[in-house]
């Protein structure tokens, strides 16, 4: 796919609508998400004959995090002859530290400053969001339950990014498949209340679903979740291995309290197999508290999805074989021994 060239070829695009409004890998391979002004630089170049400056461009963030989004980066790339050098994904980084060198001229990747930048700060901060989850779970299982939250279009990008960061699985089936995981999760409210008995709905689940779905069952849609719990766990028909807590905000959430009368009755009746996994509203703190109190595993939504960007910057550090670099900033290249070359 030709890079857009001129500022000329920008004012002559059309975009057919209706469409979704999401890029298109062959828009973001053409430039069209670029920031107008590389266009306008690579035209001037071109102009004067500057088009083949050969430069080296670090990238650094604002502050630390995770390391996400290198595979995307590497498809906008490898076939510009260009030599790259990076960060693996999943590595911790410090504030300012350089996370990619690239190396070679300058027209040939400078249009993408703007998607490289976005692909690195978006998958980071999610990833970054997603180790602080899992660390506060102290091993116990997480996974990604955010793609509801974001447009689906990054709905994949921020569940892959978030396995990176440490997740042990995701509900968006594209995201898990990205990450080489299958995608986790039962079923929703809706079924049940369909249904209309929480235990038919289970028993259901158990008859039709393959032996390797898991068996975990919300008990908070109908009746008081102990309640709804020992009686799915009572019946051989659920082949139940556990459930579920996801009570609304309206009734309190999940709370410390629930979650320990609810292991201690399970416990009491025999049915200490059964693990007890919650998820609404979750962010480290509540995942650190419930996990204290007997919570077995985790599904973090808006914490991840809604996670900030880590503010990415792409510095040029030599031109023409001098080092250079603008005000505010040390001329030459940083010093990094964990970069690896990945072009």
């Known amino acids: 796919m030709k890079q857009i060239e001129t500022v000329e070829q920008v004012a002559d695009l059309r975009i057919e609508q209706p469409r979704l409004f999401s ?6 391979a053409q430039g069209l998400t ?3 002004y590389f266009v306008k630089t690579k035209e001037i170049l071109q102009n004067m004959g500057r088009e083949d400056a050969q430069v080296v461009a670090e990238i650094f963030g ?3 995090g995770v390391f996400a989004g290198l595979p995307e980066v590497k498809v ?3 076939s510009l002859g260009l030599e790259v050098w990076s960060l693996e994904e999943g590595e911790r980084f410090e504030a300012k530290e350089v996370v990619m060198r690239v190396h070679g001229p300058y027209s040939k990747f400078g249009i993408y400053e703007t998607a490289i930048l976005g692909i690195l700060a978006s998958s980071s901060g999610w990833a970054t969001a997603a180790r602080t989850a899992k660390e506060a779970a102290e091993g116990k299982p997480v ?3 955010g793609a509801r939250h974001v447009h689906p279009a990054v709905a994949p990008v921020m569940e892959r990014a978030a396995i990176v960061g440490g997740c042990d699985g995701a509900s968006c089936i594209l995201g898990a498949k990205l990450a080489g995981l299958e995608p986790s999760g039962t079923v929703p409210h809706a079924l049940f209340l369909i249904v209309g008995d929480t235990l038919e709905a289970a028993k259901a689940y158990h008859k039709f679903m393959p032996p390797e779905s898991a068996r975990s069952m ?14 799915l766990a009572a019946d051989p028909k659920t082949g139940l291995q556990s459930v579920r807590l996801d009570t609304p905000s309206e009734r309190g959430g999940v709370t410390p309290g629930l979650i320990q009368e609810l292991r201690a009755r399970l416990d009491q009746a025999g049915y200490s ?3 007890i996994f919650v998820s609404g509203g979750l962010d480290p703190d509540r995942v650190k508290l419930l996990s ?6 985790f599904g973090v939504g808006s914490y991840i999805s809604g996670a900030p960007a880590i503010d990415m910057t792409m510095d040029l550090k030599m031109v023409d074989g001098k080092s250079t670099s603008k005000r505010g900033r040390i001329p030459g290249l940083a010093e990094n021994p964990r970069l690896k070359r990945i072009l």
């Open 23 to 28: 890029a298109t890998h062959e828009e973001i």
């Open 34 to 36: 670029t920031d107008i």
């Open 62 to 64: 604002r502050r630390p």
């Open 76 to 78: 906008l790339l490898e």
């Open 143 to 145: 996974l990604c339950f």
């Open 218 to 231: 919300l008990v908070d849609t109908f009746k008081d979740e102990v309640e709804e719990s020992l009686r």
């Open 273 to 275: 197999h059964i693990k």
């Open 292 to 297: 204290a109190a007997g919570a077995d595993a």
